[in-house]
């Protein structure tokens, strides 16, 4: 889903920027794009066996409504059919998404969430850019554990400016610490 509410300064992606705050125009776009792609899926060549995984990524997949995802994957069930049990993956960054709206994506069949935290250091993730801060960070593994998403998978970014070896160990501590079943580290 290539919409971010701000673009990391990392990132090479293409996406658009939509800003921090939800407006009418912003799900409009959105509405749009999951139409398009909608009639994408619908003109794509059916396959002779169901989807195994579906995999949101981003963008930020999580500024996504739950009827606009509920849109997407019924489009990709009655194309393709999706496996009862397919791995159902999004990526997430903490602060974008709320109890409700992860329970109804857990309710649609996603069973992995890969939490973009990047590092549990304020000071680096104001300087590379992202929106949130450690606050969102427990926040969203909190929300994650509650609604028992039954796969949860957690992003790291080692060589981060001006992060030091003893903030990438304290990221890597945590994370250990965090009942995480996956860890992706870039």
């Not at 963008?59 to 791995?87: C, H, M, N, W, Y």
Request: glycine share 6%.
């Amino acid at each position: 889903m290539p919409f971010c509410r701000r673009r990391c300064y990392y990132c090479d992606f293409p996406v658009s920027v939509v800003g921090d705050k939800a407006t009418q125009s912003t799900s409009s776009m959105i509405d749009q794009y999951v139409e398009v792609l909608c009639q994408e899926i619908n003109i794509t060549p059916p396959t002779t066996s169901s989807l195994d995984t579906v995999f949101f990524g981003g963008g930020t997949p999580s500024l996504l409504t739950v009827e606009q995802l509920a849109k997407i994957l019924d489009t990709l069930d009655r194309r393709f059919g999706i496996a009862a049990d397919a791995e159902i993956s999004m990526e997430m960054d903490p602060g974008t998404f709320n109890k409700d709206q992860l329970t109804g994506y857990r309710d649609l069949g996603v069973n992995r969430v890969s939490l973009g935290v990047q590092a549990f250091q304020d000071k680096l993730l104001s300087n590379c850019g992202r929106t949130h801060d450690s606050k969102d960070i427990v926040t969203a593994i909190e929300l994650i554990h509650q609604v028992e998403v039954p796969e949860f998978s957690l992003d790291l970014i080692s060589g981060l400016p001006a992060q030091t070896l003893e903030q990438w160990q304290e990221s890597l501590e945590i994370t250990v610490k965090i009942a995480t079943t996956h860890i992706s580290s870039y």
